[in-house]
């Protein structure tokens, strides 16, 4: 169970998300969505360990599970000449270490996750030869391998054609039919809708968590417009919150 107990996430003294409390539970398959500039991709790198908190703290049980973490593709340097096999065989570090080998059953599986998403016959393909759709097709295959409990998408599908983002949908759900966590930072609220049960509408602080059918109403998304503002470098420290918003699996 992911919990998230007053975090305040942010750059510098500029808090980005301010004291949010959030219970997800396992097996949940959960949208994150709001206005530019909400701190969506920052609650992703806190929850990821990428960025420490300014306070509160992000408890993900004990053990931790294994977490996997796809960041915006503008974030991904694809200059550095590394192949698609390579780059998808990433995935199993947790089990060969950096400079391990790929013994042959390991190797299968990564032809298998290649297969799973529609790029066979690219395993010799340099990063820079692909599209879009086709280099995030590479990142899901990517993470298949890792074998996550707690997988964490930010805009897994932007700058992808139609046919791909329902490809790569089509693992989401998988992953979710798993039992597996899924977050997934989104702007097509029509894709919410249709696909994700639950929703964090997210404008700094938490709006509104829940069913999505409850949560993406038209009050709901227009209390959000003005709460996104640009930083005050005088402003005072806020005040924690009580409140706590709870998502689930269903």
Same mark, same amino acid.
């Given at each position: ?124 393909? +340099?990063?820079?030869? =692909?599209?879009?759709? /086709?280099? &995030? %097709? ?9 074998? $996550? @409990? ?61 069913? +999505?059918?409850?949560? =993406?109403?038209?009050? /709901?998304? &227009? %209390? ?9 470098? $005088? @402003? ?15």
């Amino acid at each position: 169970m992911l919990r998230l107990h007053d975090l305040t996430l942010g750059y510098d003294r500029h808090p980005a998300v301010h004291h949010l409390g959030l219970t997800v539970h396992p097996g949940a398959l959960l949208a994150v969505v709001g206005p530019n500039g909400a701190g969506k991709s920052t609650l992703l790198k806190g929850i990821a360990g990428l960025l420490a908190p300014m306070s509160g703290r992000v408890d993900l049980g004990t053990p931790a599970p294994r977490l996997a973490y796809l960041p915006q593709q503008a974030e991904i340097d694809r200059s550095f000449p590394l192949n698609v096999f390579d780059t998808v065989a990433m995935g199993l570090w947790h089990e060969t270490g950096a400079l391990g080998r790929l013994n042959a059953a390991q190797r299968v599986r990564c032809h298998e996750a290649l297969h799973a998403v529609g790029l066979q016959g690219f395993e010799r393909r +340099t990063l820079d030869t =692909l599209s879009g759709g /086709q280099f &995030q %097709r590479v990142l899901f295959a990517r993470l298949m391998l890792r074998d $996550a @409990a707690l997988i964490l998408l930010d805009e897994p599908f932007a700058a992808v054609d139609e046919a791909t983002t329902e490809a790569l949908m089509a693992l989401v759900q998988a992953w979710h039919a798993q039992g597996r966590t899924v977050l997934a930072v989104l702007h097509d609220l029509a894709l919410v809708r249709r696909a994700f049960p639950q929703t964090l509408l997210l404008a700094r602080e938490a709006v509104a968590c829940g069913p +999505t059918a409850e949560v =993406l109403t038209p009050q /709901q998304l &227009q %209390r959000t417009r003005g709460m996104v503002e640009a930083f005050d470098e $005088a @402003a005072a420290l806020c005040e924690p919150a009580t409140a706590a918003a709870t998502a689930t699996g269903t």
